[in-house]
């Protein structure tokens, strides 16, 4: 009798140890060893080691799900755990997501099988990641038919689907019409609204939960971010905090990106401080998000120095926010450095990363090696040009003044160039002054987008700028005939952060409460800048104005000479200041705050739509190239 419990419990401990060994898998490898041991002891007929065995292959980055599939081909009689995990897995796959209905399909046909609500959940996830309408209603039908049409999870998963196709009324009302709804049902419905961009009825529903988890006000903050809200995202922020909520990477990358929109510098060092403190975890994505904070804040220093910290084997995520960061800073040469330490450090780029790379050829005037990078994209790594690839392309070579070559890169483009496309290029013509070319582009981007004021105030320009007043005239009449009076093009705002508060100005903005103040310090600026050598650009006024005097009022309120003035009003002697602008830095904009930063002796940090400006000492880091 001693002897047969010698003899059952040796195998207990033998198998014991064999399971074991699935947490020390490492590598694809390890797992072929381990299957093998499995089917040699007989253990992959067991369901608890086999299905570890699923999982694993099943993971993304040790296991393959080809062979996750071939595996489970060779269980003689799976059961429905089995086909769970593999579902699943299948299910998180967009490109092999037809395979979790194909293995649901074989249940319903099993005559000792029937699926669960963690079925439902799965098949419905690879629905709405890959699969069809009809596929999905079809399962649908058969959760109704065995009774799950009430049951929390499957209904949570199936408004999760509906909101995947942009259905997202069906979901509402499965949201709706729900018997039991819990933190999940919320969370699924608020993200099917802002992954639709309806942020409002996003919002509404927020507001009307009783109770909110990390994942809640992460969701909320996202969606704000997504439609360019940043101060609501930023005060949604403080307000969680207040709730006694502890947020979570995801909350504090959304948390960065309004304040790397914002230019909220001070905002984001708190931040930064936070996840120091608060011990969390840091992750590529946050890595990223800190580091395109401090890029976008002007600290492109700051910027390197944490992504060295912490970029311990970082995938391409932070890779791309540095060489981001140096194209916009206009340091074309760090960039090509960076993108040659991911190739040794054998760091795939990915599309963007190659989008940030052609950025910073452009913003450095190196059109060869812009050509070059554009090829190797598809020789070295396969990806294809997109249109944004393509329109780095006609902004390089048109900033070159290669405008024949730009547009020849337009008309061989294999998809239909947008109206940023032409854009480009008729912001090329505006700098080198080719009005032949501009007048023909800019009649494209009225057929493309009749309503497309931005372009067709920037051909406005390019005739100002040559004198062309007629022309200019009849366009903006022209404009206003067709699109309405009622319709504007975007005004200029600018905005500048101090200790915490944000200030906002428009073009002859004067509803500052210092406005007195601010148009008397602005008078006595424009005085000492005209003592140092500034002379009026006037060139870009969209319209002829006759009286000089009216002609320099007008440039003098532009939104950002408000908003530099009122933070040296508002600042100590020597304090840097950081202004971020809506549209593009005009010429006498630009030229004006080189001889603000000497006459003040201050370090001036402009950020327009395309770049950052750095002026000081009467200098700036673009070298008059934006």
Known sequence: MNGCRSTLKRPFFTDHALLSIFHSCNSINHI??????????????????????????????????????????????????????????????????????????????????????????????????????????????????????????????????????????????????????DMYSWNTMIAVYVGSGKLDQAKELFNKMQERDVVSWSTIMAGCVQVGSFMEA???????????????????????????????????????????????????????????????????????????????????????????????????????????????????????????????????????????????????????????????????????????????????????????????????????????????????????DPDNIGCHVLLANIYSTSGRWTEARMLREKDEESCGRSRKKTPGCSSIELKGVFYQFLVGDRSHPQTKELYLFLDEMTTKLRNAGYVPEFGELLLDIDDEEDKETALSVHSEKLAIAFGLMNTEPGTPIRIVKNLRVCGDCHQATKFISKVYERVIIVRDRTRYHHFKDGTCSCNDYW
């Open 234 to 448: 930023l005060d949604l922020f403080h307000k969680m905090l207040q709730a006694g909520v502890k947020p979570n990477q995801y909350t504090l990358v959304s948390a960065l990106a309004a304040c790397s929109n914002l230019v909220a510098l001070e905002q984001g060092k708190w931040i930064h401080v936070y996840i120091d403190k608060g011990e969390i975890k840091m992750n590529e994505r946050l890595l990223a998000g800190l580091v395109d904070m401090y890029a976008k804040c002007g600290e492109i220093e700051f910027a390197s120095r944490v992504f060295h910290e912490h970029r311990v084997k970082c995938k391409v995520w932070p890779w791309n926010a540095m060489i981001g960061g140096f194209a916009m800073h206009g340091k074309p040469n760090e960039a090509i450095k960076f993108f040659e330490q991911m190739k040794v450090e054998k760091v795939v780029p990915n599309k963007v990363t190659f989008v940030s790379l052609l950025n910073a050829c452009s913003h450095g005037y190196m059109v060869e090696e812009g050509k070059f990078y554009f090829r190797l994209m598809v020789s070295d790594y396969g990806i294809n040009p997109e249109i944004e690839h393509y329109g780095c392309m006609v902004d390089l070579l048109g900033r070159a003044g290669l405008l024949k070559e730009a547009e020849d890169i337009i008309s061989s483009m294999p998809m239909a160039p947008d109206v940023a496309i032409w854009g480009a290029l008729l912001n090329a013509c505006r700098i080198h002054k080719d009005m032949v070319r501009a007048y023909r582009i800019g009649k494209i981007i009225k057929e493309l």
């Open 32 to 181: 072929k060893q381990l299957h093998s041991q499995l089917v040699t002891t007989g253990l992959i007929l067991h369901p608890v080691p086999a299905n570890k065995l699923l999982k694993l292959l099943s993971s993304s980055n040790l296991g393959s799900l080809y062979y996750a599939q071939q595996v489970f081909e060779q269980i003689p009689h799976p059961d429905l755990f089995l086909y769970n995990t593999l579902i699943k897995a299948h299910a998180l796959s967009p490109t092999s997501s037809f395979h979790s209905l194909m293995l649901f399909n074989s249940i319903t046909r099993a005559s000792t099988l029937l699926p669960n609500q963690y079925t439902f959940v799965f098949v419905f996830n690879a629905c709405g990641n890959g699969l069809g309408v009809l596929e999905g209603e079809q399962v649908r039908v058969h959760a109704i038919k065995l009774g799950f049409e009430s049951n929390l999870f499957v209904t949570n998963s199936l408004i999760g689907m509906y909101g995947k196709w942009g259905l997202v009324e069906e979901g509402r009302k499965l949201f709706d019409w729900a018997a039991i709804r």
